[in-house]
């Protein structure tokens, strides 16, 4: 057990480490020089050189990538040049808009369709599965960018219920919430469904169907909790993909979360702000569903086996 | 797999009728549809802007869903955009395919080092969401047709090699393998002509699902000004624009909207139907 866990946290470093150097060349493909764009226009050559050599830029490559990542351990991810301020600092500012949104999200998910996959996947072939695989098809279908687009127009155009955008108050993160939500949920349907088939399918199911306990009691008792260890994965690798940014969603109703500013540091070109963000949703994503894989070889010792 | 089980299978899906139905509706539509409309999807005319949509009342030569803020044609910048989007998944999918497949046979057939690396890169590619890499790469590339495809191949390869290298590490070790070994086949010969026949299936099925997804995300990239770039319509560059125009035109938003939902569903139908006939495991039941 503590072996696999170690593992897979070593596994996790070597990814990271291989992201922070993609991330570092990518940015250093871009070209331009950052030195130039924190300076006020016009500065003087003396002062570009300064402030090149201020920020490493006329060291050798490797050794700027080795002062970058000096930096990351010590909290300090750069200056943004779009905004003048430390990267840290403005990404410490988002992050809690993208912790709210994902909350909320994971709760539209989870609350509507856990319950509908399990219910769809005991009843095979009944009406309420045939329900239930239209409307996980229909949420797989449903591009973020068209559901933000058709919630704005019915819920804040043609009801006026909910602000279209901002994040000041409770109202503004519903339909954010359920925009990211309905494809979670037609996806948990979906897992949940096909688990519970698997699950239901097996001998030690039938062993107690010939014990006589009651199909309820099967159902929620025993194919449950198997049928759950998909639905976990799936649900903490949404919760990394949603914290790491997501950047449709977060765009339209202009929610000041990490995906909002990936999307505003590209329109910007702060390439150091990108770079950041990269490495900054590579670890969030990536120790969630380190996370993830803890949590599912305690439910089932078995994945530690693999 | 006999080909009259996989026949009967097809016809008695529903979700694969439904999907391969409505997935040749759409191929046909954005295929002929353009040659029948009479109006250029780029060219503006500014004496036309926001008319609102005419329906069939003036049959095809009409404005048959209305004008945009440009005063170009809605339905043919539809269909116009609905061809790039098709175009684009389609070659991005069988990309990925190419890439995934051959890396996944490698990995799995040589084992070791090799296998090391390529599944180290897998895991690389997935510990960054799919659309935050295509947006960092697509804001470093600058944005073009050909830069798009690479993103979207690259974001996307990673599922169908590690299904490939998964198989593949089962199928090398039967005796069909071993045999053709001591008959003296090279390793290219194993993998490609004795190994890959066998992993098709779930290639097939891959393959048939991430169209739908591709569709999406070229939508999305698109929405966020790093896809197709205007003039050049895209559905979700349209709903961008259309977007301002919410409360008093909603037909542009809402003609790309419904375009790219029924694009998707027809392609994810067909790929479930595909998957329900072809899935080995449901061969059983």
């Given at each position: 057990?503590?072996?696999?866990?170690?593992?897979?946290?070593?596994?996790?470093?070597?990814?990271?480490?291989i992201?922070?150097?993609?991330?570092?060349?990518?940015?250093?493909?871009?070209?331009?020089?950052?030195?130039?764009?924190?300076?006020?226009?016009?500065?003087?050559?003396?002062?570009?050189?300064?402030?090149?050599?201020?920020?490493?830029?006329?060291?050798?490559?490797?050794?700027?990538?080795?002062?970058?990542?000096?930096?990351?351990?010590?909290?300090?991810?750069?200056?943004?040049?779009?905004?003048?301020?430390?990267?840290?600092?403005?990404?410490?500012?988002?992050?809690?808009?993208?912790?709210?949104?994902?909350?909320?999200?994971?709760?539209?998910?989870?609350?509507?369709?856990?319950?509908?996959?399990?219910?769809?996947?005991?009843?095979r072939?009944?009406?309420?599965?045939?329900?239930?695989?239209?409307?996980?098809?229909?949420?797989?279908?449903?591009?973020?960018?068209?559901?933000?687009?058709?919630?704005?127009?019915?819920?804040?155009?043609?009801?006026?219920?909910?602000?279209?955008?901002?994040?000041?108050?409770?109202?503004?993160?519903?339909?954010?919430?359920?925009?990211?939500?309905?494809?979670?949920?037609?996806?948990?349907?979906?897992?949940?469904r096909?688990?519970?088939?698997?699950?239901?399918?097996?001998d030690?199911?039938?062993?107690?169907?010939?014990?006589?306990i009651?199909?309820?009691?099967?159902?929620?008792?025993?194919?449950?909790?198997?049928?759950?260890?998909?639905?976990?994965?799936?649900v903490?690798?949404?919760?990394?993909?949603?914290?790491?940014?997501?950047?449709?969603?977060?765009?339209?109703?202009?929610?000041?979360?990490?995906?909002?500013?990936?999307?505003?540091?590209?329109?910007?070109?702060?390439?150091?702000?990108?770079?950041?963000?990269?490495?900054v949703?590579?670890?969030?994503?990536?120790?969630?569903?380190?996370?993830?894989?803890?949590?599912?070889?305690?439910?089932?010792?078995?994945?530690s086996?693999? | 797999?006999?080909?009259?089980?996989?026949?009967?299978?097809?016809?008695?899906?529903?979700?694969?009728?439904?999907?391969?139905?409505?997935?040749?509706?759409?191929?046909?539509?954005?295929?002929?549809?353009?040659?029948?409309?009479?109006?250029?999807?780029?060219?503006?005319?500014?004496?036309?802007?926001?008319?609102?949509?005419?329906?069939?009342?003036?049959?095809?030569?009409?404005?048959?869903?209305?004008?945009?803020?440009?005063?170009?044609?809605?339905?043919?910048?539809?269909?116009?955009?609905?061809?790039?989007?098709?175009?684009?998944?389609?070659?991005?999918?069988?990309?990925?395919?190419?890439?995934?497949?051959?890396?996944?046979?490698?990995?799995?057939?040589?084992?070791?080092?090799?296998?090391?690396?390529?599944?180290?890169?897998?895991?690389?590619?997935?510990?960054?969401?799919?659309?935050?890499?295509?947006?960092?790469?697509?804001?470093?590339?600058?944005?073009?047709?050909?830069?798009l495809?690479?993103?979207?191949?690259?974001?996307?390869w990673v599922?169908?090699?590690?299904?490939?290298?998964?198989?593949?590490?089962?199928?090398?070790?039967?005796?069909?393998?071993k045999?053709?070994?001591?008959?003296?086949?090279?390793?290219?010969?194993?993998?490609?002509?004795?190994?890959?026949?066998?992993?098709?299936t779930?290639?097939?099925?891959?393959?048939?699902?991430?169209?739908?997804?591709?569709?999406?995300?070229?939508?999305a990239?698109?929405?966020?000004?790093?896809?197709?770039?205007?003039?050049?319509?895209?559905?979700?560059?349209?709903?961008?624009?259309?977007?301002?125009?919410?409360?008093?035109?909603?037909?542009?938003?809402?003609?790309?909207?419904?375009?790219?939902?029924?694009?998707?569903?027809?392609?994810n139908?067909?790929?479930?139907?595909?998957?329900?006939?072809?899935?080995?495991?449901?061969?059983a039941v």
């Amino acid at each position: 057990m503590l072996k696999y866990i170690g593992k897979r946290l070593l596994q996790t470093l070597l990814v990271l480490f291989i992201v922070s150097i993609f991330a570092f060349a990518l940015i250093h493909m871009a070209g331009g020089n950052p030195a130039l764009l924190l300076l006020p226009d016009g500065a003087s050559d003396e002062a570009i050189k300064a402030m090149e050599h201020e920020l490493g830029l006329d060291q050798p490559l490797y050794i700027q990538y080795i002062q970058y990542m000096i930096g990351v351990f010590q909290g300090d991810l750069g200056m943004s040049t779009a905004y003048k301020i430390p990267v840290a600092d403005i990404i410490a500012e988002r992050l809690p808009y993208s912790i709210k949104l994902t909350m909320g999200t994971v709760l539209v998910g989870c609350s509507l369709c856990i319950p509908l996959g399990i219910i769809a996947g005991s009843n095979r072939g009944k009406p309420v599965d045939f329900f239930a695989m239209f409307f996980a098809l229909l949420g797989n279908s449903m591009s973020a960018v068209w559901l933000a687009v058709l919630n704005v127009f019915v819920f804040s155009v043609w009801l006026g219920w909910l602000p279209s955008m901002g994040a000041e108050s409770f109202s503004n993160i519903i339909l954010p919430a359920l925009t990211l939500g309905y494809p979670m949920a037609a996806e948990i349907t979906r897992v949940g469904r096909s688990g519970m088939i698997d699950t239901l399918s097996e001998d030690y199911i039938t062993a107690t169907y010939a014990k006589g306990i009651s199909r309820r009691v099967v159902n929620w008792k025993y194919a449950f909790k198997n049928a759950l260890i998909p639905i976990i994965t799936l649900v903490g690798m949404s919760i990394g993909s949603y914290l790491a940014g997501a950047v449709v969603v977060e765009t339209v109703f202009a929610w000041p979360g990490i995906g909002q500013l990936t999307n505003q540091a590209v329109g910007n070109r702060d390439y150091q702000l990108v770079q950041s963000l990269l490495l900054v949703s590579a670890a969030l994503f990536t120790l969630i569903n380190l996370v993830v894989d803890i949590i599912n070889s305690l439910v089932d010792p078995r994945v530690s086996l693999e | 797999m006999d080909k009259r089980v996989i026949l009967n299978r097809m016809r008695r899906n529903p979700f694969f009728v439904v999907g391969s139905i409505a997935a040749v509706v759409v191929i046909v539509l954005l295929v002929f549809g353009p040659m029948l409309i009479d109006f250029d999807p780029e060219a503006n005319s500014l004496t036309e802007r926001f008319l609102p949509p005419e329906g069939f009342s003036k049959g095809l030569d009409g404005h048959i869903l209305g004008t945009d803020q440009l005063g170009r044609d809605v339905l043919i910048r539809l269909l116009i955009g609905g061809r790039y989007s098709l175009m684009i998944a389609f070659i991005v999918v069988v990309l990925q395919v190419v890439v995934g497949t051959i890396l996944g046979i490698l990995a799995g057939y040589f084992g070791g080092i090799v296998d090391s690396i390529i599944m180290r890169a897998c895991e690389v590619f997935l510990a960054i969401p799919n659309l935050i890499l295509a947006i960092a790469i697509m804001a470093i590339l600058g944005t073009s047709l050909v830069n798009l495809i690479a993103v979207l191949t690259f974001s996307g390869w990673v599922n169908c090699c590690k299904v490939t290298r998964n198989n593949v590490r089962v199928i090398k070790n039967q005796e069909f393998v071993k045999a053709s070994r001591v008959l003296g086949a090279g390793g290219y010969h194993i993998m490609f002509r004795q190994i890959f026949p066998n992993v098709t299936t779930h290639i097939i099925i891959l393959a048939s699902q991430r169209i739908g997804m591709t569709i999406i995300i070229e939508a999305a990239l698109s929405f966020l000004q790093l896809g197709i770039q205007p003039p050049t319509p895209s559905w979700g560059n349209m709903i961008s624009a259309g977007r301002m125009y919410m409360t008093t035109q909603p037909w542009l938003v809402f003609a790309p909207g419904i375009a790219l939902m029924i694009a998707a569903l027809a392609f994810n139908f067909l790929g479930d139907g595909i998957r329900d006939v072809l899935d080995p495991k449901r061969t059983a039941v």
